[in-house]
């Protein structure tokens, strides 16, 4: 039975670009957030959907957006990207309270 | 709003020695308390979580943790700690709202550091 699965896993993308991260959730799971970790921090919470809405969401700025497919599959797209977007995006899938499974994340780069 | 405070930025401790891992938390409403573990360059694994219930919660790798109410902690111990334990461990809690748990706040981390 896979687990989170993110993609990619590392990326270089350049100040100003776009750039869309995806993840599959663990099968059974109806529930996507979305946590940027900078480095030698703990995880902040973007987000979170469920049934294709917009159910959360933490403190961040417009610049970050997302989706949530029929297949509970979801993106994660940043616009605009600063020097401080950089840093390790953990996606967590869930059905039921305490149900929490994490992705082993994408690794952003901004130069 | 929630928050997290993890007392300790790093602990070190020899091998086979008991270990505990400091963890505060301050909300206005009821919360969901949980420890998960990151080893290096890895996503989350969850350790253990309180919902509801007994206090003593027992979760995987000889780890457990007590939900203190009146003193709003949740420290992580460990009787004996193995080479293997070294890792970064985050506290988080989670409120729950209407049709499911909320996003988690994590602390900012606790680095073990095992010593042979």
């Known amino acids: 039975d896979a687990g989170v699965t993110q993609s990619p896993t590392h990326l270089i993308k350049t100040r100003g670009q776009q750039v869309t991260l995806r993840c599959s959730p663990k099968?059974?799971?109806?529930?996507v957030s979305w946590y940027q970790q900078a480095l030698g921090q703990g995880p902040q919470f973007i987000f979170q959907?469920?049934?294709?809405?917009?159910?959360q969401r933490g403190n961040f700025p417009d610049r970050f957006s997302g989706h949530q497919f029929p297949n509970y599959s979801s993106e994660l797209n940043v616009n605009a990207l600063l020097l401080g977007d950089s840093a390790l995006y953990l996606c967590?899938?869930?059905?039921?309270?305490?149900?929490?499974?994490f992705g082993s994340g994408t690794r952003l780069t901004v130069v | 709003a929630q928050s997290v405070t993890q007392l300790d930025s790093q602990v070190p401790v020899f091998e086979e020695a008991p270990v505990e891992l400091r963890c505060n938390y301050s909300?206005?409403?009821?919360?969901?308390l949980f420890w998960y573990v990151q080893y290096p360059n890895q996503g989350l694994q969850l350790l253990l979580k309180?919902?509801?219930?007994?206090?003593l919660v027992k979760g995987i790798n000889g780890f457990e943790a007590e939900f203190n109410k009146s003193q709003t902690s949740f420290h992580l111990r460990k009787p004996s700690v193995h080479i293997s334990d070294t890792a970064e461990y985050f506290c988080?809690?989670?409120?729950?709202?209407?049709?499911?748990?909320?996003?988690?706040?994590f602390g900012k981390g606790t680095h073990l550091i095992i010593q042979p």
């Open positions: 909300s206005s409403v009821s919360v969901y």
């Open positions: 309180y919902l509801s219930g007994s206090t």
């Open positions: 959907y469920y049934e294709e809405e917009e159910r």
């Open positions: 967590a899938s869930s059905r039921q309270v305490g149900g929490y499974t």
């Open positions: 988080a809690v989670s409120l729950y709202s209407g049709g499911g748990a909320d996003g988690l706040t």
């Open positions: 099968s059974g799971h109806d529930t």
